[in-house]
């Protein structure tokens, strides 16, 4: 009978370690990638720099009037637009609960957006740092890069520390429709728009 309860009693262990383990995975939301190469501003330029490689930040030509957009997103997806300067969209599935997602456009002289998921009731977690369920877009309009003739050399750039003065992560993305840089986003932060 004995040997019956310490089987018992380690199938229990293994089973509730097994199942915190899976609980603990779910409320983090996805892994997500390291950057690859870091970049810095040099100090006085628009030039991005690091690891042998060279961006340049084209400045904006102008500013929609309507800079931050914000709206309640669940389970089911949606999209959210300024102007036709940045549109970002929401995969169903992306969140598992309603959040407000905002986009905001920062006035700096270049293309460069910020962007937040917080978690619509209880308590205020940002749910764009933890990262997304599924695909989270974000294009931005390459009309309103100044002196780009040719938006193929464009790119994003990740700010790592939330600002251009801290550390600059390339993103992978692709040119769509001619005029729109897109790119899938793991997580929410500061992007702005790069050429090489």
Not at 44 to 52: E, F, I, K, R, V
């Amino acid at each position: 009978m004995s040997g019956m309860i310490r089987k018992f009693a380690g199938l229990s262990v293994v089973l509730a370690v097994f199942t915190l383990g899976a609980c603990e995975s779910s409320l983090h939301g996805p892994e997500v990638e390291g950057p690859q190469m870091y970049m810095m501003l040099d100090s006085g330029t628009d030039q991005a720099s690091g690891g042998g490689t060279s961006l340049r930040l084209p400045r904006a030509k102008s500013y929609p009037s309507t800079t931050t957009v914000s709206q309640v997103i669940d389970q089911a997806g949606g999209q959210i637009q300024v102007a036709d300067w940045v549109v970002l969209n929401v995969s169903p599935g992306a969140v598992r609960e309603a959040a407000r997602f905002t986009v905001e456009v920062i006035r700096n002289g270049y293309m460069e957006v910020r962007l937040t998921a917080i978690a619509a009731k209880g308590k205020k977690v940002d749910l764009g740092a933890a990262g997304f369920f599924a695909p989270v877009t974000l294009g931005l309009n390459t009309n309103y890069a100044q002196n780009v003739t040719d938006s193929s050399v464009l790119s994003l750039l990740w700010e790592v520390d939330g600002s251009l003065s801290g550390r600059l992560s390339p993103v992978p993305g692709s040119l769509r429709n001619g005029h729109w840089m897109v790119t899938t986003l793991a997580h929410f932060s500061e992007y702005v728009m790069a050429s090489n």
